[in-house]
Every structure is written in C-alpha cells, then in structure tokens.
C-alpha cells in the first residue's frame, strides 16, 4: 500500500467534515491524496454557488489554525458500528477499529497516518473544483508554514 503524506491526509479529514456541514452530503466517495495536490469527489444534490466553496475553504483554514490535537483512539467493533460508517473499512478490519479525533470537529475511521495538530497543516487552498452530474470534484492544496531558520548559535 502506498504511503499516503499525513499533512494532506489530515487536511482531506478536515475538508470531509467541512463539506457534510455546509453542503449537507456524505464523506467524500474517492480520493486521490498526493503530497502536492490532492482532490476529493462527493455527491451532492445541486451544485454549491462559489460563495459556498469560499465559505469551505475558510472553514477549514478556521480549524487548522485553532490547532486542535489530532489523536487516536481504538474502539470495539461493536462500539465503532454504533458510531461510524464502516462501509469503506476493508472486511478484514479487525475487531477494534482506529478512529482518527481531531479536536471536538471530525472523527472518522482510519488506518492511515496523520499530523499531531492542525498547525502543522499550514494554509488550505481549493485550487478548482467542478460539478459533473452528482458529482463534485474539489481539488486543494497545503501551503506548509515555512520553518524558522535554524540559528547556528542554539544548541
């Protein structure tokens, strides 16, 4: 399985729950996560007015700056089916099940890696997006925080 890069991916976590809130859908139905450029696929309704897609992008830069801690937490089976939608989980997931928590804003399943904090994601940016059908494609991008200069006098 290819390795898929954990900025990015908390970022698609991210934007999921921020498209269920404002545009009242499901989890994206494909992905396609790169460390460059990624782009999600949802169904929906109609298609959402620009000022929409804005509003999803400014949300999520929202939580990415409130860096909110990004953990994981192992349930029951049992209890993740109560919870979660386990459709796209592989059947032979196991009987406990990794949620992947960020803050008090999304969990969701997952077997893949992720940041520590919403920090770390630096700036959100939906690069295009379109409306086939049912379809909405979103694709986005991360502008990382630039680190700080080393200074060759720290220890």
């Not at 803050?103 to 520590?116: E, L």
Request: charged share 25%; with cysteine.
């Amino acid at each position: 399985m290819k390795a898929i890069d954990p900025h990015m991916h908390t970022a698609e976590h991210i934007l999921n729950q921020t498209v269920v809130r404002f545009l009242g859908c499901e989890r994206c139905f494909s992905a396609h996560i790169e460390k460059k450029k990624s782009k999600c696929d949802y169904r929906v309704a109609h298609a959402p007015h620009p000022d929409q897609i804005r509003a999803i992008e400014n949300q999520v830069n929202r939580v990415i700056r409130d860096g909110l801690e990004v953990q994981t937490v192992i349930l029951s089976r049992a209890e993740a089916v109560r919870q979660f939608n386990l459709q796209r989980l592989p059947a032979d997931a196991g009987d406990t099940i990794r949620i992947i928590r960020i803050g008090d804003y999304d969990a969701c399943p997952c077997i893949g890696d992720h940041v520590t904090n919403t920090h770390a994601l630096g700036t959100f940016r939906i690069t295009s997006w379109d409306v086939t059908g049912d379809v909405l494609r979103i694709r986005f991008k991360l502008q990382r925080p630039v680190s700080a200069p080393r200074n060759p006098l720290d220890n």
